[in-house]
């Protein structure tokens, strides 16, 4: 992707997804009436659509803010800290779903880096939910840290499928995606959250699963 459809799809991402928060808040403030305005009287069937609509409001909304996310300029706040600490808060923060372990091995021991810790945590977490995505919501993703010459680093790695030959080229752009839910944003946020630290991000596949990356120069 040339620098000029990069520019193309932030003007675009930018102005829908301020388009669309604001219709998602009515909708959200007006279930939230009716489910006020009918306590203690509420069919349970109107009661289980109202909360599919509250479900379904927060997923679109998640979906907006990493739209806006993307079309934004990434302005971090930089800070050093210890690698292991840092990565350790985001695990113990990040959704592990049911039947799943997140399996953390410490390795970077003193090691620090220099970046922004809410931008550090969120690509992280990205790359785990894709790793648990991988795997069809079953089975343990380990993340690992670790330092050398190229810097200090985060692996994370699946035992999932793979990914597709046919998209490895194009894996990090955005709205890249096989799944038949969600935007396709998640690994274009993590390597631009990281490219805004002086990081990046690559990964290994075959078919028993995939390692991701996430490098960072040290501090």
Not at 98 to 113: H, I, Q, R, S, Y
Not at 193 to 211: H, I, Q, R, W, Y
Request: proline share 4%; net charge positive; hydrophobic share 40%.
């Amino acid at each position: 992707m040339d620098a000029e459809q990069a520019e193309l799809i932030r003007r675009i991402a930018s102005v829908v997804g301020h388009e669309l928060r604001n219709p998602m808040a009515v909708i959200n403030n007006s279930a939230y009436f009716i489910k006020a305005k009918l306590a203690g009287s509420l069919d349970p069937k109107v009661e289980k659509h109202l909360k599919i609509i509250e479900s379904e409001i927060a997923r679109a909304d998640g979906l907006i803010t990493d739209i806006l996310t993307y079309s934004r300029k990434c302005e971090p706040a930089a800070d050093v800290r210890a690698m292991d600490s840092t990565v350790k808060e985001a695990v113990d923060s990040a959704e592990t779903p049911a039947g799943c372990k997140l399996e953390f091995k410490p390795g970077a021991k003193d090691a620090k880096v220099k970046a922004d810790a809410k931008m550090l945590s969120d690509s992280l977490k990205r790359l785990i939910d894709n790793a648990f995505a991988a795997q069809d919501g079953k089975g343990a993703v380990k993340v690992a840290t670790g330092a050398g010459k190229e810097g200090v680093w985060v692996s994370v790695t699946d035992s999932g499928r793979g990914v597709d030959a046919k998209i490895e080229m194009n894996l990090f752009e955005p709205f890249m995606t096989t799944k038949p839910r969600g935007l396709g944003l998640g690994l274009a946020l993590a390597k631009k959250l990281l490219a805004a630290n002086g990081g990046s991000v690559d990964f290994e596949s075959g078919p028993k699963g995939s390692t991701f990356r996430l490098i960072l120069p040290k501090a």
